[in-house]
């Protein structure tokens, strides 16, 4: 496995991590040891940047992720975030950036997690009622204290971004990014690399759809969020799987999965970028990793750059609700 540099502060992961939310919460219910398993396969393989937060599960993701690495520590960059503030029976509260919250969230991801330190703490939605500069000033003290190696950011703005590195120096933002979410190449890109920030894109398989494991809302299973997901709804899942079609003609040609494909896109986007896919089982892990050995031609980047332009994509990637909380 191959490592990119993440920011100008000295993180060094592997190419591609390992997103672990969809483990515990929100993608229908996941066979845990199986999970467990698929975190320590990935060790094995050489990812090294494992993903999870305080809010999936909530809580039991942590938890989770803690007891797969327990023996592996060493092997791990582990990040973790905070900011979705949710009660243990589920219930969201909201978003919290208050420094006072800063230091209780990451008490309690420590001791989920089972370690002395979090390697990477991302902010994961910005407060719009606190200056980003008093979160960011409690995520410092953090990392003076020995408790966070570095800080990041989910989802926040070129504005929020600026004021927050002014700070304390921002070693990776993560945000929505793949083949339908190409969003953040008009200002979110530009930023981060105008301040040496590393960009680590989350659901970069679209959540599940460029893989081409979903025809209908039937494929998806019961409680499964995407239900509710404006792409995943109606005219627009249909439009969506036009998309997919164009992107599949292109993964024959070259002989790999339409997921393969989406993932090497992004790979080849700037050595800045560290893409995590989700996924709960080795099978698809694999797969995932596999892509990091894809390697796409000038003439194949343009044919999926016509496949798949900026805004592409039908419907937003969240609900109206979701939607208010990125981006701030």
Not at 70 to 78: A, F, G, H, N, S
């Amino acid at each position: 496995m191959k490592q990119r540099k993440l920011g100008a502060q000295g993180l060094t992961v592997s190419t591609i991590g390992l997103g672990c939310m969809g483990m515990s919460e929100f993608y229908g219910r996941a066979d845990e040891a199986e999970a467990a398993a698929t975190i320590q396969k990935a060790i094995d393989l050489g990812v090294t940047l494992i993903d999870t937060a305080d809010m999936y599960g909530p809580f039991k993701n942590e938890m989770l992720v803690g007891k797969a690495i327990r023996d592996r520590r060493d092997q791990v960059i582990l990040a973790t975030k905070f900011g979705n503030v949710r009660r243990a029976d589920g219930a969201f509260v909201g978003i919290s950036g208050k420094p006072e919250y800063v230091k209780e969230a990451c008490e309690g991801s420590l001791k989920r997690l089972g370690v002395d330190h979090l390697d990477l703490y991302y902010q994961h939605r910005v407060d719009p009622t606190v200056p980003i500069e008093e979160t960011v000033g409690a995520m410092a003290e953090l990392v003076r204290a020995g408790k966070v190696r570095w800080l990041g950011l989910s989802e926040a703005a070129p504005g929020a971004i600026r004021r927050a590195h002014a700070v304390h120096p921002i070693s990776a933002l993560q945000t929505e990014y793949s083949l339908w979410t190409r969003d953040p190449e008009d200002e979110i890109l530009p930023t981060v690399r105008a301040l040496g920030i590393g960009f680590v894109p989350y659901s970069p398989l679209g959540r599940g759809f460029l893989t081409g494991r979903f025809r209908s809302l039937d494929d998806l299973p019961a409680g499964d969020f995407r239900r509710n997901s404006p792409r995943f709804q109606g005219e627009n899942f249909q439009k969506n799987l036009d998309l997919l079609r164009r992107i599949q003609e292109i993964a024959r040609e070259k002989g790999v999965t339409p997921g393969q494909l989406a993932l090497a896109w992004v790979l080849a986007r700037g050595e800045d970028i560290v893409p995590i896919p989700g996924t709960t089982t080795r099978q698809h892990l694999a797969e995932n990793i596999a892509a990091t050995s894809v390697a796409l031609t000038a003439a194949e980047l343009r044919r999926i750059d016509e496949a798949a332009p900026l805004g592409a994509a039908a419907g937003e990637r969240y609900p109206a609700e979701g939607m208010k909380r990125v981006n701030l």
